[in-house]
């Protein structure tokens, strides 16, 4: 089937009808590539490097042994870029995040802070508690939840149905803390709840030693009790009385948590503080408004909706996973379906740590084809997931991702910086051709993309999934998000 549509695409391309004999096949095939990029793109930005991901630094100079964790947003949460073990020198740590990223989070453990990308994390970060307006501020706000133009308690059953099993459903955060960079603060409204017990809502946060500072800030009374005769029993409604909101302060550089009271016991936003290790709250977005909800049991199924509120503005969540890029390569860039769904995978690297994790998504040539890092061999595409050469895996439907390999090793590893050091060994009647990362100006067999990538179906041309990437080839500095866009119809989108 490949060789057919190989030889269709070259008379159509009108580049001679064979090899020539002073030709030789690797030319023969790089002038076949040439000629089918021309007919899409009819000039390439020399500049363009085929890489969404950039490398960036922020310094650094504690003045005693500090460990950074570096935050870069993706897809609405802060997630772990860099992490730095025990720096006591000023020095600038690296990261990779998406080109265009302005700010990142900088954590040293008990202060945080937003700061410019390839600026400084600043020293009298220490001193946390001179907040012009106050360590803490708590107040009852003048609106209610009802007042909140877009709030939708339907989507947040269809998020978190009744006696549903919701934790780790898509579209929820899970174990998060959140930073707040707005001065004025923000106002949290409690929407929602259906519990027997009831709850007191708290803010946490760690001190300069280190220690959880706790204070409440709401609690659930007696106007939102109502008797349920399904259950011959009274419990504690918010809609019944839908309270006015409170509006809240946090200390200046500090990243905070949520958590509910129930008397006997506490259950946070951060799992690991839970007695019995359970995820007790999530967070999700709909319509620019931040939605939290909690479980108020150590038991299964987490509904995790006994209490739900409601932020604006909107918090985003900080979480410990690290940011993952997808690596997305053409096998010979001769057969002219440039569908860049040949080999795909995804990668995760914590800039600063030891090991690569290799996450095999798609094969979508029918050619043996082993991805290498560096002189390490990762793999043959269709054995990691569990096929052999001659199949299409995952480019017509998404069955499973592969298993993961972790390369260890890889201090000194850079996703932004030629490609990773990846590379791919297509075999072909004998014959082995490397995919590398492009040089510039030439015509691109390997692409860096963001995380949750959806590449094209089987012989879709990505410029026919993807609207903007011819524009994108041709305007290197023009990378915004043209990866975002796409025909829905004609992507593999993983479950
Ligand atoms: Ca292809
Ligand atoms: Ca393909």
């Known amino acids: 089937m490949k060789k057919s549509i190989f030889l269709s695409c070259m008379l159509a391309a009108s580049m001679g009808a064979a090899l020539t004999s002073c030709q030789n096949r690797e030319e023969f095939f790089e002038d076949a590539r040439k000629a089918n990029w021309e007919k899409m793109v009819s000039s390439i930005d020399p500049k363009q490097d085929w890489n969404l991901a950039e490398n960036f630094t922020v310094s650094v100079n504690p003045d005693h042994q500090t460990s950074y964790s570096i935050y870069v947003k993706v897809d609405g949460k802060y997630k772990l870029a860099a992490k730095y073990d025990n720096v006591t020198s000023a020095r600038e740590l690296s990261f990779t995040a998406v080109k265009g990223t302005e700010q990142v989070l900088v954590s040293a453990g008990v202060n945080v802070q937003l700061v410019d990308v390839n600026g400084a994390f600043g020293t009298a970060t220490r001193s946390a508690s001179n907040w012009e307006l106050g360590e803490f501020k708590c107040d009852e706000s003048l609106r209610k939840g009802t007042d909140i133009e877009g709030l939708d308690l ?14 780790g459903k898509d579209g929820l955060t899970e174990d998060f803390m959140f930073y707040n960079g707005n001065a004025d603060g923000f106002t949290i409204y409690p929407v929602a709840s259906y519990t027997g017990a009831r709850l007191r809502l708290g803010i946490y946060w760690y001190d300069e030693d280190g220690n959880r500072v706790e204070k409440e800030v709401w609690r659930l009374d007696d106007t939102m009790k109502e008797f349920d005769p399904s259950i011959n029993t009274n419990i504690y409604r918010v809609q019944k009385a839908m309270p006015n909101g409170i509006h809240i302060r946090t200390p200046k550089n500090k990243a905070f948590g949520f958590y509910i009271d129930k008397v006997s016991v506490q259950y946070y936003s951060q799992s690991s503080l839970n007695n019995c290790g359970q995820v007790h709250s999530v967070s999700f977005e709909k319509d620019g408004i931040t939605y939290i909800g909690f479980e108020d049991a150590c038991k299964t199924p987490l509904d995790l909706n006994d209490l739900v509120f409601v932020v604006e503005p909107d918090l985003t969540p900080i979480v410990e996973d690290p940011v993952k890029w997808t690596v997305a390569c053409e096998d010979l860039g001769s057969t002219c379906d440039y569908d860049f769904n040949d080999v795909v995978f995804e990668v995760e690297h914590v800039t600063g740590q030891d090991n690569v994790t290799v996450t095999p998504l798609a094969a979508g040539g029918l050619l043996g084809s082993t991805i290498y890092l560096g002189d390490t061999e990762v793999g043959e595409i269709h054995a990691l997931l569990g096929g052999q050469p001659g199949q299409f895996l ?102």
């Open 394 to 495: 995952n480019t017509e439907t998404f069955t499973a991702s592969g298993t993961p390999v972790v390369v260890p090793g890889q201090s000194s590893f850079s996703i932004g910086t030629d490609m990773g050091g990846f590379r791919i060994s297509v075999e072909n009647n004998g014959n082995a051709s490397i995919i590398t990362a492009p040089v510039a100006g030439d015509v691109p067999q390997m692409m860096i993309v963001p995380e949750g990538w959806a590449w094209p179906l089987e012989h879709t041309n990505i410029m026919t999934a993807y609207p903007s990437f011819a524009d994108w080839s041709k305007a290197a500095a023009v990378y915004n998000y043209w990866a975002q866009y796409c025909d829905a119809s004609k992507v593999i989108k993983r479950k």
């Open 154 to 167: 339907g989507y947040v059953t269809t998020m978190l149905p009744e006696n549903g099993n919701n934790e």
